[in-house]
C-alpha cells in the first residue's frame, strides 16, 4: 500500500510559486518532511513539522519563502513555495516518522516516502 503520495509540481518562471501536497494514507507520524533533489546532488531537507505541536523546521535556503503546514482532518502536509528560484529545481520528495529523535531535516530520520514531484523553474 501506497503510504505517502504528492502532487502539485509542474513548471513556473523564477518569482512564482506553487504548492505540494502529500496524501497520507494514515496521519499517525510523529514528524513528516520535505526533501528534495536535484540531479548529481545530495538530497536534502526543505521543511519539516512535527505533526503534534506544530513546530517546524526550515532549511536556510528556503526560510522566508517557503511554508510546511498540515490539515489533519485531509491527512495531507503541504509546502507553499513562494519566490521561487531556479535553483529551487528539483523532485521534491514527501517523507514521513514514527521517531522523536534524529535531525528532522535529515533523510536518515526517516522510514516512508512518497514517488516524488518534479518543481522546474525557469529563469
Known amino acids: 500500500q501506497v503510504q505517502l503520495v504528492e502532487s502539485g509540481g509542474g513548471s513556473v518562471q523564477a518569482g512564482g510559486s506553487l504548492r505540494l501536497s502529500c496524501a497520507a494514507a494514515?496521519?499517525?507520524?510523529?514528524?513528516m518532511g520535505w526533501f528534495r533533489q536535484a540531479p548529481g546532488k545530495e538530497r536534502e531537507g526543505v521543511a519539516a513539522i512535527w505533526t503534534n505541536s506544530g513546530a517546524t523546521s526550515y532549511a536556510d535556503s528556503v526560510k522566508g519563502r517557503f511554508t510546511v503546514s498540515q490539515d489533519k482532518t485531509q491527512n495531507t502536509l503541504y509546502l507553499q513555495m513562494n519566490s521561487l528560484k531556479p535553483e529551487d529545481t528539483a523532485m521534491y520528495y514527501c517523507?514521513?516518522?514514527?521517531?522523536?529523535?534524529?535531525?528532522?531535516?535529515?533523510?536518515?530520520?526517516?522510514?516512508?516516502w512518497g514517488q516524488g514531484t518534479q518543481v522546474t523553474v525557469s529563469s
Open positions: 494514515r496521519y499517525s507520524y510523529t514528524r
Open positions: 517523507a514521513a516518522t514514527p521517531n522523536s529523535v534524529g535531525s528532522s531535516l535529515k533523510s536518515g530520520t526517516y522510514n516512508t
